[in-house]
């Protein structure tokens, strides 16, 4: 984040808030004591909140800049009677395309910061995309007595779990020598996690239906630096942004199951698997 929007995150950019730990600050120093106790959400929209003058300022400059261009333009282009039109109408577009870029930024860590929930966005997305191309959609659902998923989705590609998950805005999710990193720590218990919880799916499943299953773990991430084009995979994981989980599945090859083992499989984690 650059301009206007960037004294209120870099203020948060200097300290580490031990599991969301901040890149500009270290796991290896101990946090401000000042700043303990808040979670980094808190202290993410206070700062937000107050920079909101700054915004302001910056973007009714932007808006003077994009008049003074605007009206520049029409003289050249022989408009001198709506030179000052054209120069309105570019800070027009100028202060409105700022307030979007910013809206959305903040708008992007919303299921980070509480304000939506990430397995209601993905679990919408999933059926609107693949409900007509013969996939079920089973949402919240757990082996009883053990760890749960949040989506259960089975088709004629075969069988995927799709879990939600966010980080702060300026943690880098990455790939290193096939290691999966979350910032500057190692994400290998949160793959290690979900593959483990995609075997015993798949166990559970193929013992009550007689049918082979091999389920395909999938972290849907909402909030947090993802590399372009929005995929990482590591250590048996794919992470991807929660819009492109469709897309991936739909890419799968479409003959793994038919209809009746589809209509099995899905009966059965229906009985057998926990609703949570």
């Given at each position: 984040m650059t301009g206007e929007g960037s004294s209120a995150w870099q203020i948060?950019?200097?300290?580490?808030?031990?599991?969301?730990?901040?890149?500009?600050?270290?796991?290896?120093?101990?946090?401000?004591?000042?700043?303990?106790?808040?979670?980094?959400?808190?202290w993410y929209e206070k700062f937000w909140r107050e920079d909101a003058a700054n915004r302001r300022k910056y973007r009714y400059a932007k808006a003077a800049v994009g008049f003074v261009i605007g009206v520049a333009l029409g003289l050249r282009f022989g408009l001198e009677g709506a030179?000052?039109?054209?120069?309105?109408?570019?800070?027009?577009?100028?202060?409105?395309?700022?307030?979007?870029?910013?809206?959305?930024?903040?708008?992007?860590?919303?299921v980070w910061r509480g304000a939506r929930r990430g397995?209601?966005?993905?679990?919408r997305a999933l059926r609107r995309s693949l409900g007509r191309s013969g996939y079920r959609v089973l949402d919240g659902r757990a082996i009883r007595g053990q760890a749960s998923i949040d989506h259960l989705v089975i088709g004629p590609g075969g069988v995927w779990i799709v879990d939600n998950e966010s980080w702060s805005p300026d943690t880098e999710i990455a790939c290193y020598a096939g290691r999966l990193f979350f910032g500057e720590k190692y994400g290998s218990k949160v793959a290690k996690a979900l593959v483990e919880r995609a075997e015993a799916f798949a166990e559970l499943l193929t013992r009550e239906t007689g049918v082979p299953v091999t389920i395909t773990p999938v972290m849907a991430v909402h909030c947090g630096l993802m590399p372009k084009g929005g995929v990482?995979?590591?250590?048996?994981?794919?992470?991807?942004?929660?819009?492109?989980?469709?897309?991936?599945?739909?890419?799968?090859?479409?003959d793994v199951l038919n209809d009746a083992q589809i209509e099995l499989l899905t009966r059965t984690a229906a009985r057998e698997l926990q609703r949570v």
């Open positions: 948060l950019h200097n300290y580490s808030f031990g599991e969301f730990a901040v890149p500009g600050g270290s796991i290896y120093v101990q946090p401000n004591e000042k700043y303990t106790g808040s979670s980094p959400q808190w030179s000052a039109l054209t120069g309105l109408l570019l800070a027009g577009a100028v202060a409105g395309g700022d307030w979007f870029v910013y809206w959305y930024s903040f708008h992007k860590t919303a397995e209601t966005i993905t679990g990482v995979m590591a250590e048996g994981l794919t992470l991807l942004r929660p819009k492109l989980a469709a897309k991936l599945i739909r890419s799968a090859d479409g």
